[in-house]
């Protein structure tokens, strides 16, 4: 039985809204259907190993804990980064996450660097906090539309460059910088989002495709009972208003 091993990015410092619950929902959902799980985590300092893990993961966090990992994640664990991507490996990024696989995070008089692996930059413009359930929709698979929706807080405004996918659009809520209409950002498996809820368990859909393509399955996954899925995802959507 194939095995999904994730590696977690600063599991302590990029946690804000209990993203690591987003581990918890693969880890329940590949121990269901018989398949393997593991996860280790990559905190400040630690070498990264770009085959060591199928899916590398990092949540949101406080501008002051992101600091810390920015510098981190461009002078420690940049190169690795960019080839997991380049091998197709799947990359998660949520919120604080999410701004700094970008170019970098500007604070005011401060800006952080980003790993560069999607162009896109991030500012801390004036003005309030984007807050409240938000609704996307996103096409993972051509064709196939699909609602991801999830709960936003975010101080920063994320632009994207010229070209860039973004992941969604929006139905309900502010996405990227709340002017453009447009949610997170994809370049292949690599994927930014600002949905915390956590993500994951509000669409376990998602966590599925995510499975399927870090494990690149041919087939599909076992279907399994989701019906408490299916709720928390109808609440998620209906707190969004979509
Ligand atoms: N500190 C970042 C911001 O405020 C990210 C916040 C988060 O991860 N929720 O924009």
Redesign the pocket.
């Known amino acids: 039985m194939p095995e999904l091993r994730v590696c977690a990015l600063y599991p302590d410092l990029m946690n ?2 209990a993203d690591r619950g987003n581990l918890l929902l693969l880890e329940r959902r590949c121990c269901w259907r018989g398949l393997g799980f593991s996860v280790t985590a990559s905190g400040l300092g630690d070498p990264l190993e770009p085959d060591a893990a199928d899916l590398f993961y990092i949540g ?4 002051r804990d ?1 600091r810390l990992c920015a510098f981190d994640l461009a002078e420690v664990k940049r190169d690795a980064l960019h080839a997991v991507a380049e091998r197709g490996g799947v990359i998660l990024a949520v ?2 996450g999410y ?1 700094l696989l970008g170019h970098s995070y500007e604070l005011g008089d401060e800006k952080l660097p980003g790993v560069g692996l999607i162009d896109l930059h991030t500012v ?1 413009a004036e003005g309030p ?1 984007l807050i409240g359930n938000v609704a996307i929709e996103v096409e993972l698979d051509p064709g196939e539309r699909r609602v991801l929706a999830g709960f936003e ?4 405004r994320t632009h994207l460059g010229p070209g860039v996918t973004p992941l969604g659009r929006v139905l309900r809520g502010h996405g990227n910088n709340g002017s453009d209409g447009f949610e997170g950002a994809r370049a292949g498996n690599v994927i930014g989002t600002y949905l ?1 809820g956590p993500l994951l368990p509000k669409n376990a859909w998602f966590a599925d495709w995510l499975i399927r393509t870090a494990l690149d399955l041919d087939e599909p996954l076992a279907p399994l009972d989701d019906e408490f899925e299916a709720a928390a995802h109808r609440d998620a959507r209906h707190a969004a208003g979509v």
């Not at 949101?60 to 501008?63: I, R, S, W």
């Not at 807080?153 to 920063?156: D, E, I, K, R, V």
């Open positions: 804000i809204y949101g966090g406080q501008d992101q919120c604080g701004q801390r906090r807080n975010h101080g920063g915390h």
